[in-house]
């Protein structure tokens, strides 16, 4: 779900402002960045998550089933979409408040803040991301400390910010930038735990029910 979802904002973001007339967002560098940060998520920390609770009393998989099954794919393509709406909502209010320098690095932090919201929201099929937190995979919180330490240095970073055309944004259009991003994929929780009610019961996230890693 993540690898569909983190590259629908991506093509939009550097699709979308031109069509419009904006200001571009994404350059190479940029995306560059985004890669950074996705492949390590997809290589490292996903790999290094433990199986859901109840993994055994699941049936088999169908030798004919495709790979990604339409529910799975119709839920990625709808958290990469809420994303890109975020996204462009955010740099849209940006631009008409801040120079474009700015506006790009608010949308850009909000972007790199949903893709971090987005690896914690795919690591459960059940849990919230917030009950994900919780859960033992310190790769998944080194490559997310990792990707927020790094959009610092380039935000305010003076060679790095120039490298990536921005304006450093002030402290508190930083934080509020972080915190639209992570709001972007809390509408998704609403379905876990939609599911968790259908079933009666939420999963325990405690560590004796997963695997340490």
């Not at 490292?44 to 993994?55: D, K, Q, R, S």
């Not at 380039?154 to 450093?168: K, N, S, T």
Request: glycine share 6%; aromatic share 8%; proline share 8%.
């Amino acid at each position: 779900v993540y690898i569909v979802a983190v590259h629908v904002p991506t093509a939009g973001l550097a699709l979308l402002p031109v069509m419009l007339g904006w200001p571009v967002v994404l350059y190479p560098v940029h995306i560059v960045f985004l890669e950074l940060v996705i492949d390590p998520a997809c290589a490292l920390a996903f790999e290094n998550e433990a199986e859901e609770p109840g993994l055994m009393r699941r049936p088999p998989r169908q030798r004919d089933a495709p790979l990604i099954d339409r529910r799975t794919l119709v839920l990625a393509l709808a958290q990469g979409l809420v994303v890109l709406a975020t996204v462009l909502a955010a740099y849209a209010w940006a631009l008409g408040e801040l120079p474009a320098a700015q506006a790009r690095a608010f949308a850009f932090a909000t972007l790199v803040s949903a893709n971090v919201g987005l690896i914690f929201g795919n690591r459960s099929q059940l849990l919230t991301v917030f009950e994900s937190m919780r859960l033992p995979n310190r790769i998944a919180w080194v490559v997310a400390s990792a990707a927020l330490a790094a959009l610092a240095a380039v935000l305010y970073i003076e060679p790095l910010a120039g490298l990536f055309r921005f304006g450093a944004p002030a402290p508190h259009h930083a934080l509020a930038a972080v915190i639209i991003g992570v709001l972007a994929v809390l509408p998704f929780d609403l379905i876990k735990l939609a599911q968790r009610h259908g079933r009666g019961a939420a999963p325990a996230t405690t560590s004796s029910t997963r695997r340490k890693t």
